[in-house]
């Protein structure tokens, strides 16, 4: 069964800063994993997905990379913004029935 | 990409009533999925909705409390049934692009209080 742990579970940091959030799955047979951010109380919104054959992904300031067989993504945050403020989720899809598995998330705080 | 519109956005509910939560897609997809996201949790799936069949449900979830609507493919609502605090949760439903790239979307969410 895929288990899939993010850590730190939260992040304070100041305006400007670089930062880095880490996942990790424990079932390296996934068919992609992809990160979310997800503001209080409110849905889901797609920031990348980076499919298995790939090592990475970017979008604008962001940038996530996967090691398949050590079994961690990470997401990398340039020069973060207030704006950035949320909580940020990864999900790996794997197994026989292609379901996701989520992790527990990081809430992520960037200060003014 | 796919855009989901999720109704109501939130709602407080009296225990032992019924909610029905509404999904639409902007486009036509085979299999529709409902997750639930208790306070300070991450999320779990409910149960994915097919067209024309009976929706499956993951271990914990029963069709009695759940019940799914899958009438065509671009629509689907959940209900909750006879809800108590404990039914609590945002409530989302998601649907995964086509053409093998397996890109997961999800609805605004919806916010359920019980009281």
């Known amino acids: 069964k895929q288990e899939v742990t993010q850590i730190p579970a939260a992040l304070s940091v100041p305006e400007g800063e670089n930062l880095v959030l880490n996942c990790s799955f424990t079932?390296?047979?996934?068919?992609?994993l992809q990160w979310f951010r997800q503001d209080p109380g409110k849905g889901l919104t797609s920031l990348l997905l980076i499919q298995s054959s790939q090592r990475e992904q970017t979008s604008g300031r962001l940038n996530a990379s996967l090691d398949k067989s050590s079994g961690r993504s990470t997401l990398y945050i340039a020069a973060s913004q207030p704006g950035d403020s949320a909580t940020y989720l990864c999900a790996a899809l794997s197994g026989s029935a292609r379901q996701l598995t989520f992790g527990s998330g990081t809430q992520l705080t960037v200060l003014p | 990409s796919a855009v989901i519109s999720q109704k109501p956005s939130r709602d407080i509910c009296q225990r032992g009533t019924s909610l029905t939560i509404q999904c639409q897609v902007d486009s036509q997809v085979t299999m529709m999925f409902w997750y639930r996201q208790q306070p300070g949790q991450s999320l779990t799936l409910i149960a994915t909705a097919n067209q024309g069949s009976e929706a499956t449900y993951e271990s914990g979830f029963v069709i009695d409390k759940f019940p799914i609507s899958r009438p065509n493919l671009t629509f689907s609502t959940l209900t909750v049934s006879n809800m108590s605090p404990e039914d609590s949760s945002i409530y989302l439903c998601?649907?995964?692009?086509?053409?093998?790239?397996?890109?997961?979307?999800f609805g605004q969410g919806t916010r359920l209080t019980v009281v």
């Open positions: 079932d390296s047979a996934i068919y992609n």
């Open positions: 998601s649907v995964e692009s086509g053409g093998g790239r397996t890109e997961a979307f």
